[in-house]
């Protein structure tokens, strides 16, 4: 856990208390350098998504304090989020569109997102003949279209089928590698959290806190079949232990 | 990302199944057609007795007597030219409540003080009878087509107001949420998100308010008869002369302009959101 002043996004004793009481973020400090993937697992309710929140500043934490970019962060939700009025070329346009692109140059980072994400020829569709899989990947794009340097995933995956996540995973890794942004995932798979990150960070139940670290030494570009190496295993049971309460 | 996608659409249906559906669809209300038909002749030559025919004329004799003849007071020329009178103050009641209601809509959706504000007063306005209110409306605007129109947007402006509120507020959080990430402004907004996201539901307002305008239009009449004779009171004339045949044309007239106003703004429903909305293809 760093605290380099030079990290693309930096959390910096961060707390948070809701108006109703409820201390959900405790304590938390770590950073996230460009070309760094790092994901954090946590249980259910333990303040995941609001660490995403805090990071994005759709909310304000309660103590410490975040530094980031916020020109052109990228942010993925767990749900697509498309807006099902427009085809997915439309829908990948309109980050573009909302900063003021022109229509030339925000139709090239639309097409060229699309290429990125693999769904060629489906740009006049609209959300509601997609499927889920494809919903996530249309998000993706256009999220790419900013080219963001730093990028905030909110379990995004959560609601696709197995294989199409492991699918996702491979191709977000393949995004990373690519864009070089600095990326920070939130999921309760550690599989997934293991197989794309180079680092794992566990949080607690709540509050959350960060209990555990685990830089994950893998090459880059991983193949699917890492999933079923031993050294893999022995990281994500390592993980899976921090989960189920190894601390309190 | 190589990956080739496989998820497709599936293929719309095609063949003998769009055959069968069309039956489906035709028959059942045909069938019924034929049993109000019948119904209609039965009380009209059965239970009436020939001195009492007059309360309820059988359809051929509407047919001949009212939409066939074409001449003289009470004739179909005549009429016509009231149901174009009605379609006018029908149409400019409807358009008037649109932009109204629009604009009200709007001016809810943007701070939760306006709607609270507004609400309670709206849903007065809509709840007060209109008979109650009709000599406060003949002082004001006086006995012609100006009041009829009133009693047309009176009428037709809370499904429009309600509805597209609810639409603009239907726009999901997450939505909401890219927005706010990439710092739009109120009017962006509306335009981009909130608006296309009430589209549905504003034409459910729209097909709602747009047969209540014929209604606003018909009983406007009925109360302002200045000016150009409407359907209302071609139906109000029939009815004092016990002209039965005219007097159900008139209201099949008036019925018949009801449902065209529908199909109408259905089917600008199905032109402006059926390609994405699941409400397309209603009728």
């Excluded at chain 1, 070309?35 to 759709?58: D, N, Q, R």
């Excluded at chain 2, 035709?26 to 001195?51: D, K």
């Excluded at chain 2, 003849?69 to 649109?98: H, N, R, Y």
Aim: net charge neutral; charged share 20%; hydrophobic share 50%.
């Amino acid at each position: 856990m760093g605290d380099n002043g030079s990290a693309a996004l930096a959390f910096d004793d961060i707390g948070m208390i809701f108006p109703d009481g409820t201390e959900t973020l405790q304590n938390i400090s770590f950073s996230v350098d460009k070309g760094e993937f790092v994901t954090v697992v946590g249980p259910s309710g333990c303040g995941k998504s609001t660490l995403l929140k805090i990071a994005s500043g759709l909310l304000e934490p309660t103590a410490g304090n975040v530094a980031v970019d916020r020109d052109r962060l990228g942010y993925v939700f767990q749900d697509a989020t498309l807006l099902p009025w427009r085809t997915v070329l439309g829908n990948v346009e309109l980050l573009c569109e909302l900063h003021g692109m022109g229509k030339a140059e925000r139709r090239e980072l639309a097409e060229a997102s699309i290429d990125l994400v693999g769904l060629q020829g489906f740009q006049n569709h609209y959300p509601k003949s997609l499927s889920g899989g494809m919903k996530m990947r249309a998000s993706l794009a256009r999220t790419l279209t900013l080219k963001p340097p730093v990028f905030l995933f909110d379990e995004p995956f959560g609601a696709v089928d197995e294989i199409t996540r492991e699918h996702l995973n491979e191709e977000t890794q393949q995004l990373f590698l690519q864009e070089g942004f600095a990326g920070l995932f939130i999921t309760h798979s550690i599989t997934e959290a293991v197989f794309m990150s180079t680092k794992v960070l566990v949080m607690s139940a709540r509050p959350g806190r960060i209990v555990a670290s685990f830089d994950i030494p893998f090459d880059y570009p991983r193949k699917p079949d890492l999933r079923f190496d031993a050294e893999f295993a022995r990281i994500s049971g390592e993980v899976s232990k921090e989960l189920r309460g190894g601390h309190s | 990302m190589t990956d080739t996608v496989v998820e497709a659409t599936a293929p719309k249906s095609v063949g003998p199944g769009k055959a069968k559906s069309i039956a489906l669809n035709i028959l059942p209300p045909l069938f019924f057609g034929g049993l109000v038909l019948g119904g209609w002749y039965f009380i009209s030559y059965v239970m009436l007795a020939e001195n009492r025919r007059f309360l309820l004329r059988p359809p051929d004799k509407v047919l001949t007597e009212g939409f066939l003849d074409w001449g003289g007071t009470g004739g179909m020329s005549e009429m016509l030219q009231s149901l174009w009178s009605s379609t006018k103050v029908a149409g400019i009641g409807l358009f008037l409540a649109i932009l109204i209601g629009l604009f009200l809509a709007v001016l809810m959706s943007q701070a939760v003080s306006v709607e609270r504000a507004l609400f309670p007063f709206l849903v007065t306005l809509q709840a007060v009878p209109i008979l109650a209110i009709v000599p406060l409306i003949s002082f004001w605007w006086g006995t012609g087509q100006t009041s009829r129109v009133v009693v047309c947007i009176i009428i037709a402006l809370f499904p429009i107001i309600v509805n597209t509120l609810f639409g603009l507020q239907s726009a999901e959080k997450g939505m909401h949420d890219l927005f706010t990430l990439h710092h739009v402004n109120r009017v962006t907004r509306l335009r981009k998100l909130m608006f296309p996201a009430a589209l549905p539901a504003l034409f459910a307002g729209l097909r709602i308010s747009a047969g209540l305008s014929v209604v606003g239009a018909i009983v406007g009449d009925f109360f302002f008869a200045r000016g150009e004779v409407g359907l209302g009171q071609l139906i109000k004339r029939f009815a004092s002369r016990l002209q039965g045949e005219e007097l159900l044309s008139a209201v099949i007239l008036s019925a018949g302009l009801g449902v065209a106003v529908f199909l109408l703004f259905t089917w600008l429903q199905n032109k402006a959101i059926g390609k994405w909305s699941d409400r397309a293809g209603l009728v």
